[in-house]
């Protein structure tokens, strides 16, 4: 098993900061509150929300998909959900990577019969090419070809989320 570096440190770096001035801009003179999808979520999140010059609040949720290995079935569990009444709120969904698409389609789902006001999506990576429903980002840091792709968040059978960049996994 080998790694090959997909995108460096830098075109991170840059990638968030582009993406934090478009939603600064999108949101302004509005409440927003981030919910960071664990545990894939949690260098982008810290990245983001910085890169992001609004009053806002951040919030976690943790589902894990029935299936086995690298393959989701559709069938989403909640394992951790939010902290706090979000009636009223814009939220925006912060997530590693949309390859199905089955878990956030069941989140928005979820999360929008509790009347927020506004519910986006903000993914660093997105796989099109495996899509299994109707759903596109919001906000999309890059689109990715359908590799195993690991770091900045992505792991292997847990490993490899601390790596500062982002690679794929070749067999
Ligand atoms: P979806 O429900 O199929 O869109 O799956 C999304 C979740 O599957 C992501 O939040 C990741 O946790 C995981 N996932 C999908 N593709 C990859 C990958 O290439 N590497 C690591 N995890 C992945
Ligand atoms: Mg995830």
Known sequence: MTEEILITQQQLQDKVKELGAQITKDYEGQELLLVGILKGSVPFMADLMRAIDLELEIDFMQVSSYGSGKKTSGVVKIMKDL?????????????????????????KQYLSNRGCKSLKICTILDKPSRRQVDLTPDYRG??????FIVGYGLDLDQKLRNLPYISWIKE
């Open 142 to 147: 890059f689109e990715v070809d359908d590799l």
């Open 83 to 107: 902290d706090a009444d979000i009636t009223g709120k814009n939220i925006l969904i912060v997530e590693d990577i949309i390859d199905s698409g089955y878990t956030l389609n069941y989140l």
